[in-house]
């Protein structure tokens, strides 16, 4: 089992940009595919970028572009940066093993005003 804890949400306006960081439990995290998550008020958690354990980079069109998803696996952790933010991209962030998640974390809250 392995534990991943959410940090760098934020309140921003629109046009801004964040940083999400995703910190692994276990050193086997360079082994997995690792994705970020967002979930809006009211709808179903959705996958908004991935990454392979060798840096293959994939996204979603409606943050391509604006947001980068990387990886340090000497500190087992993944980021997401996101940059001209708007008020669509508003959720609670989450990342998780990409393919056969583990129980997910509590995510990172990013709230993007108009």
């Known amino acids: 089992q392995v534990q991943f804890v959410e940090s760098g949400g934020g309140l921003v306006q629109a046009g801004e940009s964040l940083r999400l960081s995703c910190a692994a439990s276990?050193?086997?995290?360079?082994?997995?595919?690792i994705g970020w998550y967002r979930q809006a008020p009211g709808k179903q958690r959705q996958l908004v970028a991935s990454?392979?354990?060798?840096?293959?980079?994939n996204y979603v069109d409606s943050v391509k572009g604006r947001f980068t998803i990387s990886r340090d696996n000497a500190k087992n952790t993944a980021y997401l940066q996101m940059n001209s933010l708007k008020p669509e991209d508003t959720a609670v962030y989450y990342c998780?093993?990409?393919?056969?998640?583990?129980?997910w974390g509590q995510g990172t809250l990013v709230t993007v005003s108009s």
């Open positions: 990454i392979s354990s060798s840096g293959t980079a």
């Open positions: 276990r050193s086997t995290f360079r082994m997995y595919d």
């Open positions: 998780n093993r990409h393919f056969g998640a583990y129980a």
